[in-house]
């Protein structure tokens, strides 16, 4: 397992914004994946979205059009940036570096960083 340390979650009232980051320790992870997943309470963890070692993203349809993902290599950083956020996109979001190049299965997970909307 990779050290993996998020940051970003909070409070926030619903149409606002949040930025979440993901800091993978130790060498360099350019030519892996790396993603993001959330969990609500009662729910299953679930997957928002991810960047390949090639700089292909992907979106889940349920945050198309509001999250966006990018990705600094040289400091081991992905970021998921929510826009017009919704009550029902209060979960634990989860930081996930894969293995390989263009998969997030298998990896390591982060500790998880709370969002929470309010109407």
């Known amino acids: 397992q990779v050290p993996l340390v998020e940051s970003g979650g909070g409070l926030v009232q619903a149409g606002g914004s949040l930025r979440l980051s993901c800091t993978a320790s130790?060498?360099?992870?350019?030519?892996?994946?790396m993603g993001w997943f959330r969990q609500a309470p009662g729910k299953q963890r679930e997957y928002v979205g991810h960047?390949?070692?090639?700089?292909?993203?992907n979106i889940a349809d349920s945050v198309k059009g509001r999250f966006t993902i990018s990705r600094e290599k040289d400091k081991n950083t992905v970021y998921l940036q929510m826009n017009n956020l919704k009550p029902e996109d209060t979960a634990v979001y989860y930081c996930?570096?894969?293995?390989?190049?263009?998969?997030?299965?298998?990896?390591?997970w982060g500790q998880g960083t709370q969002v929470t909307v309010f109407p």
């Open positions: 130790g060498t360099l992870f350019s030519l892996n994946a």
């Open positions: 960047t390949t070692s090639g700089g292909s993203t």
């Open positions: 996930r570096l894969g293995e390989g190049r263009a998969a997030l299965t298998p990896g390591s």
